[in-house]
């Protein structure tokens, strides 16, 4: 079972690999963006899926990276992907300013804290516009790379999927789990879960703020409307929700399954996007609160750290 | 000037004490954080709006019926959908409230468009030696203190605000003593909401609304019952004229586009250096 499992794995990195070689640009372009949601909702799952801490906001850590990686391209000349590194190292560092005051507290300070990060964000960058071009944007140099964006992107999800295995695994994600469960519990078992918590968000930042960079590198053009979207935050949130949070695969399928049906399906309604979204949140809180995931585990008697 | 920034101040401090009331109530009551609560605003803002379009109504008499209307879809959404969540790990209900959120701002901009919409009733200006008083301001300040007032009364003197008031100190023992707690809760949730609507209907007057009008106002809700301190309900009417003040100070100094990161700055300092409210502890 495991073996076959492995093989499944490593047949699926090897197609992938290979991909851009045979795929057209439109294929290429939507494993792309497979990828960063991917990247996106594996973030967003270690500090709400395992520590239980809803992030509102996770997308200022993506328009962070993003102007970061943005600014540092066009106005110091660095080469993409180092300013990609930069990104999530801007992403860690509001993670930092955010998490030290709001997570010392318990209950939702952190997620009020999170919802309104959003607009301060884009009032700032809209306000520092000698340095951000405000509301008229920043324009990076043309540069054809979405070939080698598509394998930073993949090894950025695979990275983060791997994190997330790591994570659930160590005595680490158990005490992030215990968070979640009772955390005066957790405090009386001599676990610091201000560090814990704080550990947890700062992994959940690195991800979406190196694939907002890529995403700035990728699409050629920024601006306060495009990189602070509400939207991408409610789409990682659905995802994770609906593959099963706390899981390690969970984030993958969720992101994978609703990507696909968004293309196929949802694109010809975008007015009613959201309103499809809020349901199945609501849905899957009342109904399945563990995600398509967590049904298969109990039915099936998977393992906890799948 | 510094006159007039304090007379600002206060008028649309009244506003977020009446608003974030409604937050403090759900909370205290369910330990539950509405992340729906400003876009109820938002609902009742368009209550009014339908109003005075189309019946021609007068905005100030369209207050109650929009607080009554919301407060019915606020007893249908806790009746059907959050009542589920209370027992719940918080994690749950504030998923549920989001989602329920989105889907809101989604139907009103089905229904209404995102185009700007707005209610002309009172313009100009009160001039009383140096300082000018905004019409509009001035009557959404009173009413806003006369609703405020009224919950307040309501809280203190019936028997219904005293079980309210009872559950949210301690749920158990408001069940021993005869307390039908989900009918509490039930009606706890129309009254935030009805607060919410009178808040939407005052808006309507003084700014053009629009349906992502709400979001904000549910960060700014929860900004004051921190600076009031969680669970403390006169906390609120403090809260409330202290980020009118503030927000009015920073438009002095700084830009008036900056005065949400004003804000912003104050619930982390406040976070940091007394996370229980400036009056501290729960006093209901």
Redesign the interface.
């Known amino acids: 079972m495991k073996r076959a499992v492995l093989l499944a794995l490593g047949v699926t990195v090897v197609a992938l690999a290979v991909y851009p070689a045979l795929g057209t640009g439109y294929g290429v372009r939507s494993a792309l963006q497979t990828f960063m949601w991917i990247a996106l909702a594996g973030s967003w799952n270690i500090i709400?899926g395992l520590t239980?801490y809803?992030s509102?906001g996770h997308v200022a850590f993506f328009g962070a990276g993003a102007y970061a990686g943005a600014i540092l391209v066009t106005s110091a000349g660095w080469p993409w992907p180092v300013a990609a590194l930069a990104g999530g190292v801007a992403a860690i560092l509001l993670a930092l300013?955010?998490g030290?005051?709001?997570l010392?507290?318990k209950?939702?300070?952190f997620?009020?804290?999170m919802?309104?990060?959003n607009?301060?964000l884009r009032?700032?960058v809209?306000?520092f516009e000698g340095l951000t071009g405000g509301g008229n944007g920043l324009s990076l140099p043309t540069l054809d790379a979405s070939v080698p964006i598509y394998y930073v992107m993949g090894l950025l999800a695979v990275a983060v999927t791997g994190a997330a295995y790591l994570i659930v695994t160590s005595r680490f994600g158990l005490r992030l789990m215990t968070i979640?469960e009772d955390e005066v519990a957790a405090e009386a078992m001599g676990i610091d879960t201000f560090h814990h918590k704080l550990g947890a968000l700062l992994l959940s930042a690195v991800g979406p703020g190196i694939a907002g960079a890529l995403m700035a590198r990728d699409q050629g053009y920024i601006e306060p409307l495009s990189v602070f979207p509400?939207a991408t935050t409610?789409t990682m949130?659905v995802m994770v929700?609906f593959g099963g949070k706390g899981t390690v695969w969970g984030p993958v399928l969720g992101a994978v399954v609703l990507f696909i049906a968004q293309e196929l399906v949802w694109a010809r309604y975008p007015?009613?996007?959201?309103?499809l979204?809020?349901?199945?949140?609501?849905l899957v809180?009342?109904a399945m609160?563990r995600g398509v995931l967590g049904l298969l585990q109990m039915r099936y008697r998977l393992p906890r750290t799948i | 000037m510094l006159g007039q920034v304090i007379v600002s101040g206060i008028l649309s401090g009244a506003l977020y004490a009446m608003v974030a009331l409604g937050l403090a109530l759900i909370f205290g009551v369910m330990r539950v954080?509405n992340?729906a609560h400003g876009p109820l605003l938002m609902l009742g803002a368009y209550c009014t709006w339908l109003l005075y379009v189309g019946l021609g109504l007068n905005p100030l008499l369209t207050v109650p019926v929009s607080m009554a209307v919301l407060f019915v879809i606020g007893l249908v959404l806790q009746r059907t959908?959050v009542f589920?969540?209370v027992d719940a790990?918080?994690?749950?209900s504030?998923?549920?409230t989001?989602?329920?959120?989105?889907?809101?701002?989604?139907?009103a901009?089905?229904v209404f468009t995102s185009d700007l919409r707005a209610v002309e009733y009172i313009t100009g200006s009160w001039v009383i030696g140096r300082l000018a008083f905004s019409k509009p301001r001035v009557i959404a300040f009173l009413f806003a203190l006369g609703v405020t007032a009224l919950a307040f009364l309501f809280l203190q003197r019936t028997r219904l605000g005293k079980a309210i008031r009872a559950t949210s100190q301690s749920r158990e023992v408001a069940m021993v003593c005869g307390i039908d707690v989900g009918r509490v809760h039930m009606f706890t949730f129309g009254l935030a909401s009805a607060l919410a609507a009178a808040g939407g209907a005052l808006l309507a007057v003084i700014v053009a609304i629009q349906p992502e009008m709400g979001?904000?106002w549910?960060?700014k809700s929860?900004?004051v019952i921190?600076l009031g301190g969680a669970g403390n309900y006169p906390g609120a009417l403090l809260g409330g004229m202290l980020l009118g003040l503030v927000e009015q100070l920073a438009s002095l100094f700084l830009?008036t586009?900056?005065s949400?990161?004003v804000?912003?700055v104050l619930?982390?300092?406040v976070?940091?250096v007394r996370?229980s409210g400036l009056l501290g502890g729960r006093q209901t």
Do not use: D, K, M
Request: glycine content about 6%; hydrophobic content about 60%; overall charge neutral.
């Open positions: 709400s239980g809803v509102f300013i955010i030290y005051p709001c010392r507290l209950g939702p300070y997620a009020i804290a919802l309104g990060l607009e301060v009032a700032l809209s306000y979640r509400l409610v949130i929700l007015y009613v996007h959201p309103l979204f809020g349901a199945i949140i609501v809180v009342l609160p | 954080i992340i959908l589920r969540v790990p918080e994690l749950s504030l998923l549920l989001f989602g329920v959120s989105i889907a809101i701002v989604n139907l901009q089905l979001g904000v549910t960060f929860f900004l921190v830009t586009q900056l949400e990161v804000a912003y619930l982390v300092v976070l940091l996370p």
